[in-house]
């Protein structure tokens, strides 16, 4: 008496044979986990430091007034603006700002004109304490210009607020991760599944009694364990190795592996899409890379989108890749949990949608 045929079965064996192949394709293991790992190294030993530190002025400051001016007028201070003094002081406890300042001019006959209030992060010692001095050196500047028998300018006053350190590799590293997920996605899977169509694997799979919806699962498994494998190491060689931030531990852990799940689910999307309209193999690079290059260049993988001109911003806040890098920043350093970041996993899901829809229009057997 025959056996019962069993899908479990046959799925999990096109599981083992999917991530066999995987591993042994070097463009999978190399931009899922190599590059992502030379760009955080590389990141995590360059110094933090930078030449121009960030600073904020409170709503209510005066801005009528030399201090001011000479202030955001400075190369090494960077005024950051469209915010409101909640959110900056979120940012200034987050080490993402160096310092808020407060100008006051205090009632006529006082003597200084002007009080500056300079609040800044304590846990950033070096960081804020540069930039306090290049505020003192401002004002002392100014009120050597006045007369000997004129009232001072302006005096700083100092305040400090606790926070924590937002390091290089808390930006870095989430983007390296997001790098490799969409690598994996675009890349492993388009180059993986046009070998399968050349070979008509893929035609003999449907001949076989197996269930079609298995077939799907267990690539998709297939994928999903390698490329979480390698989120796993660069999460870990990055905590481990280069302080990067897991705010609540384990727990922030396991949040950024779910959500780097959901990112990938939808990146194979796109590596379906390219499989689908590649006519070789050796179309598969242009074609991923039209798809894979503007979104590591524009999704604030390198660099924050902030420092990008006005008109190229709409663009990166286009992009899915976007999202995903920045749920997986606020999971890290900020400690989001899913539903905080409701926002950005909807929209992942809603191109996850559009990009699945393409790819069944354009699926081909062989």
Not at 22 to 50: E, K, M, Y
Request: hydrophobic letters at 50%; aromatic letters at 12%; charged letters at 15%.
């Amino acid at each position: 008496m025959s056996k019962k045929y069993s899908n479990l079965k046959a799925m999990f064996a096109i599981t083992k044979g999917s991530l066999l192949s995987i591993i042994r394709n070097p463009s999978s293991v190399i931009f899922t986990l190599l590059f992502p790992l030379i760009f955080i190294i590389v990141f995590g030993f360059i110094s933090s430091g930078s030449s121009k530190y960030d600073i904020a002025f409170y709503s209510k400051s005066d801005k009528d007034n030399p201090i001011y001016k000479n202030l955001v007028s400075s190369g090494n201070l960077k005024l950051v603006e469209n915010a409101s003094d909640t959110e900056l002081e979120s940012q200034l406890e987050k080490g993402k700002i160096e310092a808020m300042l407060l100008i006051t001019k205090n009632p006529a006959g006082t003597n200084p004109i002007y009080t500056v209030e300079v609040k800044t992060n304590k846990s950033t010692q070096e960081r804020s304490a540069l930039t306090k001095l290049i505020i003192s050196h401002f004002v002392d500047a100014i009120n050597s210009k006045s007369l000997p028998e004129a009232p001072k300018v302006a005096e700083i006053k100092e305040a400090e607020v606790s926070g924590r350190i937002y390091k290089m590799i808390d930006f870095i590293l989430p983007g390296q991760l997001g790098f490799s997920i969409l690598s994996a996605g675009v890349f492993g899977t388009a180059f993986v599944l046009l070998s399968l169509r050349e070979t008509l694997v893929i035609k003999r799979f449907f001949a076989t009694p197996i269930n079609r919806k298995f077939i799907v699962i267990g690539e998709g498994i297939s994928r999903l364990i390698f490329s979480l494998s390698g989120s796993a190491i660069i999460i870990l060689i990055g905590h481990f190795f280069f302080s990067f931030t897991l705010v609540n531990g384990v727990e922030t852990f396991i949040n950024m592996m779910i959500v780097s799940a959901l990112g990938l689910i939808v990146f194979l999307g796109f590596g379906f899409v390219v499989s689908n309209i590649s006519k070789n193999v050796n179309s598969v690079p242009a074609i991923a890379n039209l798809i894979t290059l503007p979104q590591f260049l524009l999704a604030g993988t390198f660099f924050p989108i902030d420092n990008f001109p006005a008109w190229l911003q709409p663009v990166s806040n286009a992009l899915p890749l976007t999202y995903l890098n920045d749920a997986l920043r606020k999971i890290a350093f900020e400690g989001a949990g899913i539903l905080i970041i409701g926002t950005d996993l909807l929209i992942l899901c809603g191109w996850g949608i559009v990009i699945y829809a393409f790819a069944i229009i354009f699926f081909k057997w062989e």
